[in-house]
T-cell receptor
Framework: GAVVSQHPSRVICKSGTSVKIECRSL??????MFWYRQFPKKSLMLMAT?????????EQGVEKDKFLINHASLTLSTLTVTSAHPEDSSFYIC?????????????FGPGTRLTVT | GNSVTQMEGPVTLSEEAFLTINCTYT??????LFWYVQYPGGGLQLLLK?????DKGSNKGFEATYRKETTSFHLEKGSVQVSDSAVYFC??????????FGQGTRLTINP
């Protein structure tokens, strides 16, 4: 089946620094990638949708200047949390999909735990 | 807007017990409904789906029926195993590729 990896799996950074999270589709070309955020005991919240080669579409309430998303190739998308603060600490999950795929045909990465101190 | 509500966990059962995890939804149209499972250390995987009312999704012994009249999609399994221990997410989609998730229910099965 389709495999999506994320790196790093855990990261701790100091307040005010930036951190980059990578999402890779290992065995298929992902024209669309999604970034989610999960708070403890809360549902996954879609942050943004990115299509290869174009700007990401952010959900309402998500700061595009704070959460920079790049989808430069068909197998890699990155999420950069800029000037991180403790309230950005969370579990970030990406998923990847083929072009024109159905909504359930998303393949999820294992997530990245970000802790901002 | 669309939303999904799951029963709160964690849920702890003994092996071979009957499982029900409740899920209800709110949607403006006619969504497709899904259950995803997340095993320890892994990403979410699609467990089963139903795309219209009265459809029953099934996989690995799990079942869920799309009930439009009660706006529900409860997950059931007749006899759980230790290997079913995971976090289960109910979700819906209305067109496009966007998914709306419930908060997840952690299930632990004891031998």
């Amino acid at each position: 089946g389709a495999v999506v990896s994320q790196h790093p799996s855990r990261v701790i950074c100091k307040s005010g620094t930036s951190v980059k999270i990578e999402c890779r589709s290992l065995d298929f070309q992902a024209t669309t990638m999604f970034w989610y955020r999960q708070f403890p005991k809360k549902s996954l919240m879609l942050m943004a949708t990115s299509n290869e080669g174009s700007k990401a579409t952010y959900e309402q309430g998500v700061e595009k200047d704070k959460f920079l998303i790049n989808h430069a190739s068909l197998t890699l998308s990155t999420l950069t949390v800029t000037s991180a603060h403790p309230e950005d600490s969370s579990f970030y999950i990406c998923s990847a999909a083929h072009a024109g795929g159905k909504s359930y045909e998303q393949y999820f990465g294992p997530g990245t735990r970000l802790t901002v101190t | 807007g669309n939303s999904v509500t799951q029963m709160e966990g964690p849920v702890t059962l003994s092996e071979e017990a009957f499982l029900t995890i409740n899920c209800t939804y709110t949607a403006t149209g006619y969504p497709s409904l899904f259950w995803y499972v997340q095993y320890p250390g892994g990403g979410l995987q699609l467990l089963l789906k139903a795309t219209k009312a009265d459809d029953k999704g099934s996989n690995k012994g799990f079942e869920a029926t799309y009930r439009k009249e009660t706006t529900s999609f409860h997950l059931e399994k007749g006899s759980v195993q230790v290997s079913d221990s995971a976090v289960y997410f109910c979700a819906l989609s209305e067109g496009a590729q966007k998914l709306v998730f419930g908060q997840g229910t952690r299930l632990t099965i004891n031998p």
